[in-house]
């Protein structure tokens, strides 16, 4: 059964940070790419980091380019995204998701940056 499971969000101050991870299951995680998306209230999901099969290439939406790192494990199956000098405007739900043929979306880990 394909799963994905993310964690790692919480409440946290301008200026600081976050790690979320993403463990995915029940495929082989090391052929996709892996993508972390953001989703606000009342928008549509956004793709905020992308890294490749190897993890040797990545990429980031203009947004968090400097602040956010997207790194992965293809042994434990998990993706990270290391988040620092978080704003307030980085508050969102974020979700992992493969590409090209994404799966069904996890719960999704809140992340609320705030003083």
């Known amino acids: 059964q394909v799963q994905l499971v993310e964690s790692g969000g919480g409440l946290v101050q301008p200026g600081g940070s976050l790690r979320l991870s993403c463990a995915a299951s029940g495929f082989t995680f090391s052929i996709y790419v892996m993508n972390w998306y953001r989703q606000f209230p009342g928008k549509e999901r956004e793709l905020v980091a992308a890294?490749?099969?190897?993890?040797?290439?990545?990429n980031y939406a203009d947004s968090v380019k400097g602040r956010f790192t997207i790194f992965r494990d293809n042994v434990k199956s998990t993706v990270y995204l290391q988040m620092n000098n978080l704003k307030p405007e980085d508050t969102a739900v974020y979700y992992c998701?493969?590409?090209?043929?994404?799966?069904?979306w996890g719960q999704g880990t809140q992340v609320t940056v705030s003083s």
């Open positions: 890294i490749s099969e190897a993890g040797s290439s990545t």
């Open positions: 998701n493969r590409s090209p043929v994404r799966v069904d």
